[in-house]
């Protein structure tokens, strides 16, 4: 498989990137769907799973032609709409910010999901087709019955199983908080990844105005223009890559920026999302907002102090910073639970409320 090489914007070649690590995956078990292993679902570094799903009749149908995974997925369909992004053939598929940053590129609305379904069939054979595509759509919602038939296990862990349609797309770079397991049941999918510690590298854009609720990199992959954003050759030495058939899969850990590029006319992906953390837990989002208002513009030395605080109460915590006050008295220091985590956030959100 050839790899790819990124153009810097004046069409000189950046760099070829290494190609993601294979992680052969075998049947777990016997007669039913695969069950993925805790050394899988618990790593902290990316894992492509060779025909993984291979055996879904999804997967199956797709690799017979689009038109047979068409009609297997109009079998589920059950008059559900799903928020749909399209744009001009201009945009070569790249869903983003238009220019001036006051909007994006693309519009939205609702349609039923069979159209969606027949404008991709419309556009099969057009070499610059209209970009379409529909993200992070509920499963079981848009396509009840469907996931009964091609399931993945994931042990005792219940994950959010989501659907991802549309032509040759281009996703920037852009992080989730779940962990994630994603599986191309149609089409091909290209993935280039980053590690959570090359942020400082990817230009990443506004963090309350966003494409589709994550923020995104500013760099387009396909041509870096390294003249506007230098930081971003330094990521590209630490970006690994992987193509994906119909069948493959690939986990993508918690906090790694990944761009998603659709390689055909007809892509489809179905992923699954979870946390390791307790439901009751609030994303980390919310600390870092609250951080950008109450701490960011503290004079130096404040902001150092702090630092100190969140290093020692938070980052550097292993149960020892409470252990000289009693049991009954740690308060917010004591290990959290559901109840006592709904108390702190009445707490906060009385606080907040002035």
Known sequence: MQRPVFLAREGTPVQALPELDRAECRRLCGDGAPSLPDAILGATQPLVLRGLVAHWPLVQAARRAPAAADAYLRRFYRDATVLAAHGAPELAGRIFYNDDLSGFNYTLQYVRFDQVLDVLRAHLDDARPPTFYVGSTTLDACLPGLRAENELGFGGRD????????????????????????????????????????????????????????????????????????RFAEALRHALWAELEPGDAIFIPSMWWHAVEGLAPFNLLVNYWWRQSPGWMDTPAHTLQLALMTLRDLPPAQRAAWQELFRHYVFASDGSEAAHIPAAARGVLAPLDAQAARALRAQILQRLHR
């Open 159 to 230: 994950p959010l199983a989501s659907l991802w349609i549309g032509n040759r797309t281009r996703i920037p770079a852009h992080y989730d908080l779940p962990d994630n397991v994603a599986c191309v049941a149609a089409g091909r999918r290209r993935f280039t990844l980053f590690p959570p510690d090359q942020l400082k590298n990817l230009y990443v854009g506004p963090l309350d105005f966003t494409p589709a609720g994550q923020s995104v990199s500013m760099v387009d992959l396909q041509q870096p223009d390294l003249q506007r954003h230098p």
